[in-house]
């Protein structure tokens, strides 16, 4: 599952300087300030220029409301409506599973969809058996291995980022292949031909891709500058990591505690409207629905906490050493942009399968003037920085963007870490307690664990990508301050250097020769 980077945020946060490059106004609009007025929205250029005293005007309005602030209000309506439900399904659930649970099933009822039965009571190949308390146990135990691996990710891309942008692939490879093998031998073809061609796409994608590492590289190095400075972007990574992995805790005894609660089979169940396969089938969707919308919303407020705090006031240099932020950002998203975010998050729930298709367009947007426009509007203004030069020779930002391996490395290694909690899974069911092993449903349990490994994982990738994403809209707005933050890699840029294709937008061609021995000069001394 791949869902992380789908919200476009509205935005009005990427601090910026008085740009003197007005061929990135449609792409921008952003407004001569920083840190953006608290109390007010901002004063219309047009307006300022006839009116110079109305900035100081607008200050001394009263702020509006967080209704007349908020951006998509429906989004957010929605959300919050099913979330209630969620909340009521959850614990009503629950509170049946802890009073009236019954490990004894009924032998003479079976699961049943359509006329479709999942066998005799006689066999341990029935669907009854499959979702536990156990299971529930078994599934927590995966979730914690995955925030465990996860926080190891994150260590490594602090430290080494070579060695990840290098190894995640290869290793995603390797699990992908070691999962076919094991699909065969445990009988599960299906399983296996899947993994089998994903690990072909992966491998023709790296050797497509093989010239980009280096630029994959040098964009998470200038990303970890940024971090560096700010350590609060490690802690809200790990805060959301937290918060993901609570969210997986409770979805896992909600989808058990549903299943156990509606299964037909069940004696406390009563035979009647409120238990049968079919709606047993149906609120389990729901959940698995519900749990995908709020772990979008979770990876896209950490990463527009990121995109539009730190990073881009470093990028800027208008950090702050009185304030955290972090956290300032976080009271503009959820004071302005809760909406989109749970927008975005809701399409991801039904453009699941193709994200990496959508990945450049709705997850470019994420930092785009930080919360001041909508969902559609901040698409939009993607949309054009992506395609800008659009039917010209490939150089410039959009170029650099869409060349951009950083966010393929980021996904690979959360595949491989999702494959490594199944294969726990698999190993605590076959090694450890073989009661766990129903033959015939096996693959339903792996794939859930798969699935709740991904989203944890992806709470972290969100949080990096967040970085690089910022890089990209601060380059196409900004992109003289690379020499200030990173000249060794600011320098590739120039003639005769390794990105000279991309440098069309980044390193002017008519920059004087003093300019460049100077940034050489800088480069040396670093």
């Known amino acids: 599952m791949y869902w992380h980077q789908s919200t476009i945020v509205d935005s009005s946060i990427i601090p910026t300087e008085k740009m003197s490059r007005p061929d990135f106004n449609d792409v921008a609009k952003i407004e001569n300030s920083m840190p953006p007025i608290e109390s007010s929205q901002q004063v219309p250029r047009e307006e300022r220029q006839a009116h110079p005293n109305a900035e100081q005007v607008r200050i001394n309005q009263p702020l509006p409301s967080f209704w007349a602030r908020c951006h998509d209000r429906w989004a957010l309506v929605a959300f919050l409506l099913s979330l209630a439900v969620y909340t009521i399904l959850s614990g009503y659930a629950i509170y049946c599973l802890v ?41 927590a135990g995966a979730s914690a291995i995955a925030m465990g691996l996860s926080l190891g990710l994150l260590f490594f891309v602090r430290y080494f980022p070579t060695i990840v942008i290098y190894m995640a692939p290869i290793l995603c ?10 699909s065969f031998w445990l009988g599960i073809p299906v399983m296996g031909i899947i993994s089998a061609l994903f690990a072909a796409v992966v491998v023709l994608a790296l050797f497509q891709f093989r010239s980009r590492i280096e630029l994959a590289k040098d964009l998470m190095i200038t990303a970890n500058m940024a971090a560096a400075k700010h350590w609060s972007v ?26 156990l609660r509606f299964e037909p089979w069940q004696k406390h169940c009563d035979t009647g409207t ?10 389990l969707v729901f959940v698995v629905l519900e749990h995908i919308w709020i772990s979008a919303v979770i990876s896209n407020v950490t990463l527009t906490v990121m ?19 972090s956290l300032w950002a976080l009271k503009k998203a959820a004071g302005t942009s809760l909406g989109s975010i749970a927008f975005g998050s809701l399409l991801v729930v039904f453009i ?14 994420s930092s785009v003037e930080r919360f001041k426009y909508g969902y559609i509007q901040s698409g939009r203004d993607v949309w054009r920085l992506f395609n800008k030069g659009h039917g010209l020779k490939k150089k410039g930002i959009a170029a650099l963007l869409s060349d951009s391996l950083v966010g393929k490395s980021l996904h690979f290694a959360c595949i491989a870490n999702a494959i490594l909690c199944a294969a726990f899974t698999y190993l605590y069911m076959t090694a450890i307690d073989r009661s766990m092993k129903i033959d015939g449903w096996e693959w339903l349990i792996l794939l859930y664990s798969f699935f709740l490994a991904m989203s944890i994982g992806l709470v972290l990738t969100s949080a990096i990508e967040a970085g690089v994403s910022t890089i990209f809209v601060c380059l196409d707005k900004d992109p003289g301050k690379l020499k200030d933050r990173n000249p060794e890699f600011y320098i590739k840029f120039a003639p005769g250097g390794r990105y000279y294709d991309y440098g069309h937008d980044i390193y002017p061609e008519h920059q004087n020769d003093d300019v460049h021995a100077n940034i050489v000069e800088r480069s040396g001394k670093s």
């Open 234 to 259: 490690f802690w809200t990574v790990i805060i959301g990591l937290l918060v993901q992995g609570l969210n997986t805790l409770w979805n896992i005894f909600t989808f058990i505690a549903v299943f």
């Open 173 to 182: 490879v390797t699990y992908l292949l070691g999962t076919a093998a094991g």
């Open 99 to 139: 009073n009236d649970y019954d490990d004894e099933l009924d032998t003479t009822n079976h699961f049943s969809v359509s006329g479709i039965t999942t066998g005799t009571s006689n066999d341990n190949d029935n669907l009854e058996n499959t979702f536990t308390v156990k299971t529930g146990w078994m599934f």
């Open 352 to 365: 699941e399968a193709i994200h990496f298709v959508m990945n450049a367009i709705t997850g470019g947007g």
């Open 307 to 325: 995109a539009g705090g730190p990073y881009a006031n470093w990028w800027y240099g208008t950090d702050s050493d009185t304030k955290s932020e």
């Open 274 to 283: 409120y238990c049968s396969g079919p709606l047993t089938c149906i609120l």
